[in-house]
């Protein structure tokens, strides 16, 4: 069983920065999901266990980098002039199969973590 704890959530206001944490050992490409109230889970970013691989929503193209440690066996989401639409749970993801195709959806993920809040005001 794969133990994923999220960190870094919080409350900003619009313009900001924050930067979550995903804590999960395992060779295993990650994702990062989000979802608002009375909204479906939606795909965030992922990163391939090389990191050599990333894929990002178009809504967040240019605001925010994922990226990873894996000598601390750690996934970051640097998020970057934050908007009120980014207001949502965050949720890391971690995917046991090697390859990057379907990143994209929840159902490519094996193991979840329990969510962050992320809270932009205007």
């Known amino acids: 069983q794969v133990q994923l704890v999220e960190s870094g959530g919080g409350s900003v206001q619009a313009g900001g920065s924050l930067r979550l944490s995903c804590a999960a050992s395992?060779?295993?490409?990650m994702g990062w999901f989000r979802q608002a109230p009375e909204k479906e889970r939606e795909f965030v970013a992922a990163i391939s266990w090389s990191g050599f691989n990333k894929d990002y929503a178009d809504s967040v193209k240019g605001r925010f980098t994922i990226s990873r440690d894996n000598a601390k066996n750690t996934v970051y989401l640097q998020m970057n002039s934050l908007k009120p639409g980014d207001t949502a749970v965050y949720y890391c993801?971690?995917?046991?199969?090697?390859?990057?195709?379907?990143?994209?959806?929840?159902?490519?993920?094996?193991?979840w973590g329990q969510g962050t809040q992320v809270t932009v005001s205007s």
């Open positions: 395992g060779r295993y490409a």
């Open positions: 993801a971690a995917r046991t199969a090697l390859s990057f195709n379907s990143i994209a959806t929840t159902s490519a993920y094996s193991y």
